[in-house]
């Protein structure tokens, strides 16, 4: 083998990839957005009633600009998890595909 085929050997195992490698990125993103999830979720608990003044203009301003805020946040939360959940399966679908090209590709040497 000359030193040109054995260099490109060698940058060839590099591209080879790890389905593993894959699957544990989609379990760490699966993980991610369910605790992306029971924050929003519990964000939505957070000063449930006015406790800053019932009656009184300020208190009740304050109260309503909080919840507005911490809903806002929750929806937040809640959507970024269902984005991450969406990476999750696009980090098994690319272990799947590259595996299979892997294979398809020792399968024609």
């Known amino acids: ?20 490698v894959w699957q544990y990125r989609a379990q760490v993103a699966r993980e991610a957005a369910d605790e992306l999830g029971d924050l929003g979720e519990a964000l939505t608990k957070v000063v449930l009633r ?29 959507v970024e ?10 980090c098994e679908a690319a272990g799947q595909q590259i595996s299979l090209a892997d294979e398809c590709g020792c399968a024609s040497e």
């Not at 406790?51 to 946040?73: D, H, I, K, V, W």
């Open 50 to 78: 006015n406790t800053f003044g019932s009656g009184c203009l300020e208190g009740e301003s304050l109260y309503g600009l909080l919840r507005m805020c911490l809903e806002q946040a929750a929806v937040g939360l809640l």
């Open 81 to 90: 998890a269902k984005d991450v959940r969406g990476l999750a399966r696009s």
């Open 1 to 20: 083998m000359s030193p040109a085929e054995d260099e490109g050997e060698r940058a060839m195992a590099w591209l080879v990839s790890d389905e593993a």
